[in-house]
């Protein structure tokens, strides 16, 4: 691929779109670099060469929107002013995947807009629709320092653990709820594991809906009682207050541009067992993967994910290895979400810590050698990992070019 040309509206770098005309929620948006586009970093990461021009005929046009929800007036007014300005436009979020009923629409109603967001593109180079072209942003946004302050810890304490794992919940969301119903469920609540989860501050008939939606293939009534009575009594649990880490001179905790978890959670845990998000994966994409399976990886943990149906296999199509020394993934092509929580969780009922931290705290253990050839995929950027996004993002913008 020749060197592309992107295109802008009034300054190179800045965003087509703004958070105070249309709402657009860009995470480097930030106040000594206003209206900042996440696209070109991504491409500067990848090591995708570009110039800038001001004619959209011979440029690509991406207009970055960010988090902005797309149950909003402002994603469809927002939608609606590009399609309506340039002869054809990228409508591009690093943040966010987006469900398939809404991608469904969107291309259906405006034959000029591709769509990108953060899920995974589909194995085997299948292509969902001609014009949506996902590209996983998050991969090379974890590690991207021009969008992200990162506190990568060097030094992870292979040690006696405290627990089991840790499980960190923050936002009350369904696919969290479920997790923890099947905790309880399962009996494998504290002091097994370190986990931090919050109940919504009010609790509606929206929460209640979006949870049904996830229980409808459950197995026993029990599983469903203990769900819908949770969101009553599930108690809120924070981390301790002595291992918050701060960035003097703020006193400055995780945010979206600040990606730090306390080293306490991984120094005092087996393995990091992660909620990823879950995000209307149904054939139109491969899974969402965010911060929230990255980090771990990052810093050399042992991770395992509850995520949406096939997580686990399409992580290895980027070349990422899996503990099948520790974990049993079968659970991992299940079609519920129900099953696939019960059967990952039910591997560790019996699980004796002793023999398990035996298999995994030596240096040269077949785990600790998988999670270096896990931080060696992320940190390279000769390795598979990054052959594979920088293709995908030339295919992408190949086929943006060729229509």
């Known amino acids: 691929m020749m060197k592309i040309k ?7 770098y800045q965003n087509i779109v703004t958070r105070q005309e249309h709402g657009a929620d860009v995470w480097n948006d930030l106040p000594n670099n206003i ?4 696209f070109y970093k991504i491409l500067n990461a990848l090591g995708i060469e570009y110039e800038w021009s001001n004619d959209p005929k011979d440029s690509i046009v991406v207009a970055d929107i960010g988090s902005l929800q797309h149950n909003t007036q402002q994603f469809e007014d927002t939608i609606q002013f590009i399609a309506n300005r340039y002869n054809k436009a990228i409508i591009f979020s690093s943040q966010e995947p987006w469900q398939k009923d809404v991608i469904d629409r969107i291309l259906e109603y405006y034959p000029n807009i591709f769509l990108s967001d953060t899920h995974m593109p589909l194995k085997g180079n299948k292509i969902y629709h001609e014009r949506y072209i996902p590209f996983p942003s998050f991969i090379p946004s974890i590690v991207n320092i021009e969008q992200n302050i990162i506190v990568k810890w060097p030094d992870l304490d292979f040690k006696q653990n405290m627990y089991l794992f840790n499980c960190l919940m923050f936002n ?45 293939d459950a197995p026993n009534q029990k599983i469903i009682d203990i769900a819908i009575d949770g969101l009553k009594t599930f108690p809120n649990q924070e981390p301790p ?5 701060f960035l003097q001179p703020y006193n400055r905790t995780f945010d979206e541009t600040f990606r730090v978890w306390p080293k306490y959670f991984m120094d005092t845990s087996v393995f990091s067992l992660v909620c990823e998000s879950f995000s209307g994966t149904l054939d139109q994409s491969g899974p969402y993967i965010s911060e929230k399976s990255l980090y771990p990886l990052l810093n050399g943990h042992p991770m395992l994910a509850f995520a949406e149906k096939d997580f686990h296999s399409y992580l290895q199509e980027y070349g990422f290895e899996l503990h099948n020394e520790i974990f049993d993934y079968s659970f991992d092509s299940k079609e519920s979400p129900v099953d696939r929580a019960l059967h990952l969780l039910t591997q560790f009922q019996n699980t004796d810590w002793g023999i398990l931290e035996e298999k995994i705290n030596p240096y040269n253990s077949i785990t600790r050698q ?9 940190n390279n950027r000769s390795s598979k990992l990054w052959k594979t996004l920088e293709q995908n993002m030339k295919t992408n913008l190949q086929r943006y070019l060729d229509l």
């Open 6 to 12: 992107l295109f802008y509206n009034k300054e190179p």
């Open 35 to 38: 209206n900042d586009s996440s």
């Open 172 to 216: 009350w969301r369904p696919d969290k709820h479920l997790l923890r119903t099947i905790l309880r469920y399962l009996k494998l609540e504290e002091p097994q594991h370190l986990t931090t989860f919050r109940l919504p501050e009010t609790v509606t008939d929206n929460h209640k809906n979006r949870l049904k939606t996830l229980l409808k």
């Open 241 to 245: 207050k002595d291992i918050e880490v």
């Open 370 to 378: 998988i999670c270096r050839h896990n931080q060696y995929m992320l």
